[in-house]
């Protein structure tokens, strides 16, 4: 039915592969840099979606890794220092 209405499915589309694509990259990065298994975590973000992200924040939390990083790594200096 959902291909009924081709608006939704023009709409739909797009952000299912970016969630998949970028939320999905990310959680992979920051478990290779983390040495967290991911395999679970992209599985369900890959199906469907946030509840992907969710368990990857619990089971880097779960494993004492702290919350994710997502690319930050707070040691890094601010641009405008150097200016």
């Not at 694509?21 to 990065?29: A, D, P, S, Y």
């Not at 679970?40 to 779960?62: K, R, S």
């Not at 494993?63 to 690319?71: A, F, H, N, R, S």
Request: glycine share 10%; proline share 6%; net charge negative.
């Amino acid at each position: 039915k959902m291909f009924q209405f081709p608006n939704f499915v023009a709409e739909e589309w797009p952000h299912v592969l970016v969630w998949d694509l970028f939320v999905g990259r990310m959680i992979w990065l920051d478990g290779m840099e983390r040495n967290i298994d991911t395999r679970v975590a992209l599985l369900f973000c890959n199906g469907i979606g946030p509840p992907g992200f969710l368990i990857h924040v619990a089971t880097c939390i779960l494993t004492g890794k702290g919350l994710p990083t997502m690319g930050y790594n707070g040691n890094e200096k601010d641009n405008d220092e150097d200016a």
